[in-house]
């Protein structure tokens, strides 16, 4: 190239792509100067714990069985109907009056529709959950 030539910028280096990288730049100028060494310490800090508790969960047989149940499609059905379930208890215990008590309520609840089917979910769990722990004692675990 002569002295006197002005050098020609490539097509794909427009200006819009040239202020694009200005502003990255400046950007990581930025950030490079907010990280002062608290913060650094702060940032590896929280990440060396992260890795501990990842560790600490991916070690722990209970946990990563709990969360394979909780991946499968009828486990997501039942626990979002849970979080349903407690919100609108919530709402109603909150805003009904408190309950007298005595055998006559305990028989007014239990004519209610849902009540016994809840009992029902209730002692199923219990039962399924009895047999379970049972059968992990009866092999050591």
Known sequence: MAANETPQVPAMLDEASIK?????????????????????????????????????????????????ALDRPETQRLLISLSDTIGQMSRELASAPPTKGGIIGLVQLARKPGTLEGLRALSLLGQYWNDSLRELHRHGG
Not at 31 to 60: C, H, Q
């Open 20 to 68: 694009s990288l200005v502003e990255m730049i400046n950007l990581l100028e930025a950030a490079k100067d907010a990280m002062s060494d608290e913060i650094v310490s702060r940032v590896a800090r929280t990440a060396s714990e992260g890795m501990t508790l990842i560790d600490r969960f991916t070690r722990n047989e209970g946990l990563m069985c709990l969360l394979q």
